[in-house]
Every structure is written in structure tokens, then in C-alpha cells.
């Protein structure tokens, strides 16, 4: 492959979501021309509306956005403290959603697309990229995310010789706010809590009794769903399963999921505790829309409307997006990739996003983070280390690129799957880390597992921050 050491040469990004808008971003704020390559509108995909960068087609929440208790929050703060421009623009259309970061998807989408727009040093080229790279485009981040068109996804796996994994990721229905009976359903958020722009009755809450929920139960095993045709024999990923499948695993798995009724009391009817609940949570700024929480779905869409207006005041619902289903792919990434996510067959070709292997719209982004830092690096003759293990970015980082289960039973067998972020990633602490209560008793309860994710938290956004100070003076010795 030729290569470049000039500056003045691009880097290239295949594809505009959130791992690719965020890795051509990290580029260009190191001073370096980058051509970010979008097939939308030329080619759609089966998931995607609209022909902005950063649409997201599944759910409108980044999750928890608690740095101090929780591993995703932890994320969070740490591509804050990097310059993300993902993390800028959701907390610029933020709404309200409990002890979540939830965003207006359009006014999210719109924000990073004039970001890009407006950055002088990127150019967009709305084209589709059909084959590898060509040797020219030294340095590529290849970010296509889990609709990769076809045509690329045959010409990786011909270079890796590897077979992509794939499961089906399913889509969530969206309401208007105004056909749902708030006679019948109420604002609150699980436990009362109070997140980030939210007031505590963050979202709509929609109750069942038993033989409302059993009889909900008993439609949605019997639906209609969608035919899977050459998708036959993939795989779900258990962090994004439809309703239904959820349902046909046990009559009480959605009343100990998305339909668990804890921490809620109901407005209408205080003494009476519901059997189920169904949650909507706000999904654009102007509350005029909710989409259903853990209702991703497969149902064909006349069995969608005729059982999710089953739910006791969705009875008159009126969907503005009914649920979908599409099929992701993913790469074998601890093989295949290194530490700076190039592929070992292809040095400067890197991949970011759930193409590797991780899950979730932030853990996405942070891959396309590091992907964006590492080619600049490169490109600037700088070598840049990874983040620490002890980090967010660098557990996950790890567990793509190393972070699996080889079998010594089985050695060609292998057990990655696409993981979110979590404390599981995180290394164990170094004893004494752990705060002791005050008064040097005892932990009770939850309390030394609070503790625990607490003192990780710390360790992990201290860690970072020096390893970005460490990532700043090097960057600025090799300009």
C-alpha cells in the first residue's frame, strides 16, 4: 500500500453515523483534511428515513448519564472531557428522560450534520463506497456501522477471510403524544429520579392487570411477524431483542423487563398495584412524541397497531414510526483488528462503530473517537498509545480487541459478541480502593456494590484524563 506521511493528504471515513461523523470530527480538530464518505441519499438502507449524518433509527436515548454509579454515565464524561462532538450536540437537544440522556432525534441529527458541514477541513462526498479502499487512500476508517451495503461487507470479508458474524436489531414503535389517555396513564420515573433536564416524571406509564397482561402476552406470541428470508439461522443480540421474542421466552419475562412495574406508583389509582407496566419516553424536544421503551419489534405492521392499542391508554395510539427489523453485521474484531483498531492484514485501514463489535449509539461514537485520534496520530508521525484499561475507552476498546473468551476445548470456536459498556470490562480495583462507610463500619445491603462501581468510576475518569493529557503533549511535540 502506498503511503503518506504529508499532512496535506486526506484521511478518509466510510460512512456518516455516529462512529464516522465522530472520527472525521477528532481529525480535523488535529489540523488534517479528512473526506467523509456517505452513500445516503445515493443508497438507502432498511432502517435509515433521512439523508442526515447521526440519524438514529433505533432508540433516542444515550442511556445513563450517572458518571459516578454507572458505566455507560462514565462514557459519557469521558467524551466530554475528549471534545466529542456527539456528546456537544445531544446535550445541545437534550429532553427529559429520568436519570437518562435522551436527545430530539431530528434536532440531534441537524446539529452534527452543520457541525460537519461547517468544518472547513471535512468534505462529505455523498457516494457509495462498493470495494476496499484504494491503495492511494493510505489512511481509511472504515465506520459503515451494522447496514454495511453489500458489496463492501463481500470485499471485507474477502480481505479477511473471515465469515461476519450478524443478529436482527428491531426498531421501537413511536406515538403522538396526544392520541395517549392520560386518564388511564401517568408522568413518572422510575423511583422518582431525577436526571439530567428531567423532573422525576420523565415518562408515561401505561398499567395492566393480569389478564390485561396475559392476554397482551398471548397476542404478541400469536402475531404475525415479519418473514426472515435469506436472514434465516442469525442470531439476536440479547441487549436489542423484539417484544415478541422476549415473550415467547416465558410468560413473565416482560413483567421482569421492559414492563416491570417497580419503583411506580400510579397517579390515578395510588393504592392499586399494577401487574405490568408499559413505558414511553419523550423522543423529540417538543414532547409531541414517545416512543416505547424495550418495544422493539418484528410484528408486521397491521399486528403492530391492532396489539399495542391492547395497552390500557394506547387504545386510540396514533403511530407516527411503527417498529422494523433489519439485520446488523459485525467483525470478528479480536482477531482481525489491533490495539489502534487497524486490520493486522491491512495496516492503515481501521474500522470503527458496531462494525467492531460494540454496542449502543456512545459506544459507537467513543470507537469512532479513538479511530479518529489513532489515524491522526499516525498521520502526524505521532504514536499513540491506548486508553487505559482501567478507563470506559479502554475497557471497551480491549474488549474488542482482545477482551473475548478463547476455548481451549475448542480453539477455532469463537465467543465475541457485541458488548455495551459496563463494569464487567473494567479491571478489579487495587485493594484499599474502596471508600469505607463512615465510621469505618460495615457496608449494608447494595452498599459495598455501590461503592465498588463508584470507586471504578473514579479510577476510570482520573485515569483518562491523564491519558489524555499525556495523548495532548505528544500530539502537540510531533506538530
Known sequence: MTKSNSPHSPIHVVG?????????????????????HEMRPVRGTEAHKTDSLAELVCSNSFRSDDAENNAVGVIHAEMRMAGSLIMSCADANQVPAGGALAVDREGFAQAVTDAIAAEPLITIAREEVTGLPPADWDQTIIATGPLTAPGLAEAISTETGQDALAFFDAIAPIIHTDSIDMSVC????????????????????????????????????????TGFKEWEGTPYFDGCLPIEIMAERGRETLRHGPM????????????????????????????????????????????????????????????????????????????????????????????????????????????????????????????????????????????????????????????????????????????????????????????????????????????????????????????
Not at 18 to 24: K, P
Not at 28 to 34: K, Q
Not at 195 to 222: E, H, R, S, W
Request: glycine fraction near 12%; include cysteine; hydrophobic fraction near 40%.
Open 260 to 479: 416491570k412495574p417497580m419503583g411506580l406508583t400510579n397517579a390515578h389509582q395510588p393504592d392499586i398495584k399494577a401487574y405490568a407496566v408499559v413505558q414511553l419516553r419523550q423522543d423529540n424536544a417538543l414532547g409531541t412524541l414517545y416512543n416505547m421503551v424495550g418495544f422493539q419489534t418484528k410484528l408486521k405492521y397491521g399486528a403492530q397497531a391492532d396489539i399495542f392499542r391492547m395497552i390500557p391508554g394506547l387504545e386510540n395510539a396514533e403511530f407516527a414510526r411503527l417498529g422494523g427489523l433489519h439485520r446488523n453485521t459485525y467483525l470478528n474484531s479480536p482477531l482481525l483488528l489491533n490495539q489502534s483498531l487497524q486490520l493486522r492484514s491491512r495496516p492503515g485501514l481501521r474500522f470503527a462503530g458496531q462494525i467492531t463489535g460494540c454496542e449502543g449509539y456512545v459506544e459507537s461514537a467513543a470507537i469512532g473517537l479513538l479511530a479518529g485520534r489513532f489515524a491522526a496520530a499516525e498521520r502526524l508521525g505521532d504514536k499513540l498509545p491506548p486508553p487505559p484499561l482501567t478507563s470506559a475507552f479502554g475497557a471497551l476498546l480491549n474488549h474488542i480487541t482482545g477482551g473475548h473468551i478463547v476455548s481451549d476445548d475448542e480453539p477455532g470456536k469463537r465467543s465475541f459478541q457485541p458488548m455495551n459498556v459496563n463494569f464487567g470490562l473494567f479491571p478489579p480495583l487495587e485493594p484499599g480502593a474502596i471508600v469505607r462507610p463512615e465510621g469505618g463500619g460495615r457496608f449494608r445491603g447494595k452498599e459495598k456494590a455501590k461503592a465498588k462501581k463508584q470507586a471504578m468510576a473514579r479510577r476510570a475518569l482520573t485515569d483518562f484524563a491523564a491519558w489524555l493529557g499525556h495523548a495532548t503533549v505528544a500530539a502537540d511535540a510531533a506538530e
Open 16 to 36: 456518516g453515523g455516529l462512529a464516522g461523523s465522530e472520527a472525521a470530527w477528532q481529525i480535523a480538530r488535529r489540523g488534517l483534511p479528512v473526506i467523509l
Open 186 to 225: 401517568w408522568f413518572q420515573s422510575r423511583y422518582d429520579k431525577v436526571g439530567p433536564g428531567g423532573t422525576g416524571k420523565d415518562y408515561i406509564n401505561c398499567p395492566m392487570d393480569k389478564d390485561q397482561y396475559d392476554a397482551f402476552v398471548d397476542a404478541l406470541v400469536g402475531g404475525d411477524t
